[in-house]
């Protein structure tokens, strides 16, 4: 048997978490510059207010029914998911951390499933004061459709145990097959069209064909609406065949300076995240362009080959400001650039060149050097100095709480 458990409105509920005066409350939550809509707590959903939808056009509403708005503040919320996860570390020795607040665990020795189920909640509530909805099932796929079921019915309580095939046929006729993990709009669309519409058309459909039409993804949710596992927890999360960084700036530049400097901290962002999966890197993706809404609108981009395989920050920070003085060109406003790392390779398998001069155990001792101070102090403790000291251009965060958990200055305080 398998649970899933997922935070409910994560980012809402962990603004929430220092805030107790807002439970109960509508909350919601706007992505990078306070652009758009990202999270709404239960409240915010009863109201009407949509999701993913731009903040300009709905702050009237929000206004009106007194909704309190946050910045993201990604800093807290992936401490606080960190906290969820060591603490469902507790209920099971085999886990897979799907996503910032999801989680696969195995139960297969577990007696007690439902009653076990409500203790993970209550305890998650009574140690972090995060709620969440525990779906448990005999694969992945119905734990997915199990989870669902614990959001959206009242009567599970939160915790939904789908340990017989009569249990989940009935939810299955009555869901829509685009709430099946794995079916997205654009299939639903296709197998609307075959007159698969639920969950249940779907599970009785035959394997087979659903491969030959589609893929063996799909023949494989078939089958585990069925109650067969064909997919086991990973243990390791699959390494990323390209990464990338970029933002849209607060205060939009005009000038080449602070997009040198962003670009530069792009590159040193994504190097990191390279570095961490043992990876080295021979070909970035660079960026630049203006606001689509402006009459004058300016887009390009560029490829560049780096002299060798590397993971060194200064290597690819450099050739990525090489390539943005040639994209850059005067008079307009900068909305966004970024750097993607698109040509990667693991570590491990990499030859040195004899006619390199590239010295790699130096390298490796800085880069590793630059991660720990990092890692310890907090990220961007230690930088290129590229990136800049005084950013003119950071990104646009009106309503950001404090990082209670992450930053010594903002720990919450008791007055008496």
Same mark, same amino acid.
């Given at each position: 048997?398998?649970?899933?458990v997922?935070?409910?409105?994560c980012?809402?509920s962990?603004?929430q978490i220092? *805030?107790?005066?807002? *439970? ?20 915010a959903k009863?109201l009407?207010?949509?999701?993913l939808h !731009? ?5 009237h ?9 946050f910045?993201s503040?990604f800093?807290?919320?992936g401490?606080?998911?960190h *906290?969820?996860m ?22 297969k020795s577990i007696?007690?499933l439902?009653?076990?189920g &409500?203790?993970i ?5 009574q140690? /972090?004061?995060?709620p969440?909805?525990?779906g448990?099932?005999?694969s992945k796929?119905l734990?997915?459709?199990?989870n669902?079921?614990?959001k959206n /019915?009242?009567k =599970?309580q939160g915790?939904?145990l789908l340990?017989?095939?009569? #249990? ?9 097959v685009? #709430?099946i993990w794995?079916v997205?709009s654009?299939?639903?669309k296709?197998l609307?069209?075959?007159s ?11 394997p087979?064909?659903? *491969? ?8 494989r949710?078939?089958e ?5 596992? =064909? ?5 390791? !999360?699959?390494?990323?065949k390209?990464?990338? =960084?970029?933002?849209s700036f ?5 000038e ?12 040193c962002?994504a190097?990191?995240k ?5 990876h080295?890197?021979?070909t ?9 809404? &402006? !009459? ?6 560029t490829?560049v #080959?780096?002299?060798?395989p590397?993971?060194?920050s200064?290597?690819i920070?450099a050739?990525?400001?090489q390539? /943005?003085?040639?994209?850059y ?12 790392l ?10 040195q ?7 790699r #155990? ?11 101070i990092?890692q310890?102090?907090g990220?961007?403790s230690a930088f290129?100095?590229?990136e800049?000291?005084r950013?003119?251009?950071p ?6 709480s404090? =990082? ?10 008791v007055?008496?």
């Open positions: 048997m398998f649970a899933l997922d935070c409910n409105s980012y809402a962990c603004e220092f *805030r107790p005066d807002l *439970r109960n409350k509508p909350v919601v939550v706007l992505s990078n510059n306070d652009g758009c809509i990202i999270a709404r707590s239960r409240e009863a009407g207010i949509p999701h !731009p903040y300009f056009k709905v702050k509403l929000l206004q009106r029914h007194r909704v309190a708005v910045s503040n800093r807290l919320y401490d606080i998911s *906290r969820v060591d603490t469902l570390r507790h209920f099971s020795p085999n886990i897979e951390i799907y996503s910032i607040d999801e989680m696969f665990l195995d139960l007696q007690h439902q009653h076990y &409500q203790t909640k209550k305890t998650l509530w140690q /972090i004061r995060m969440v909805s525990v448990i099932a005999p796929t734990a997915k459709l199990a669902y079921a614990a /019915i009242p =599970c915790v939904c340990d017989k095939p009569e #249990k989940w046929q009935w939810l299955m006729r009555r869901v829509p685009t #709430k794995g997205g654009r299939i639903g296709r609307k069209e075959q698969i519409c639920t969950a249940w058309d779907l599970a009785s459909s035959s087979k064909m659903m *491969r030959q039409h589609f893929s063996v993804c799909l023949e949710t078939v585990e609406l069925n109650g067969t596992a =064909c997919l086991d927890l990973e243990d390791n !999360p699959l390494d990323k390209q990464i990338y =960084c970029s933002r607060g205060n939009k530049p005009s080449l300076p602070p997009l040198l400097q962003a670009v530069s901290l792009y590159a962002r190097t990191e390279l570095r961490a999966q043992q080295l890197v021979s970035i993706h660079v960026f630049i362009h203006t606001s689509p809404h &402006q !009459p004058s609108y300016y887009s390009n981009s490829v #080959k780096l002299p060798y590397t993971d060194d200064r290597v920070a050739n990525a400001k390539a /943005i003085r040639k994209l060109r005067p008079g307009y406003k900068y909305l966004k650039s970024g750097v993607g698109i040509e990667i390779t693991p570590k491990q398998y990499y030859q060149d004899i006619f390199q001069p590239y010295q #155990k130096e390298t490796d001792a800085l880069m590793a050097t630059l991660d720990k990092n310890r102090y990220s961007g290129l100095a590229g800049g000291i950013q003119r251009w990104m646009r965060q009106q309503h950001r404090p =990082c209670y958990t992450t930053d010594w200055y903002d720990l919450p305080m007055k008496t």
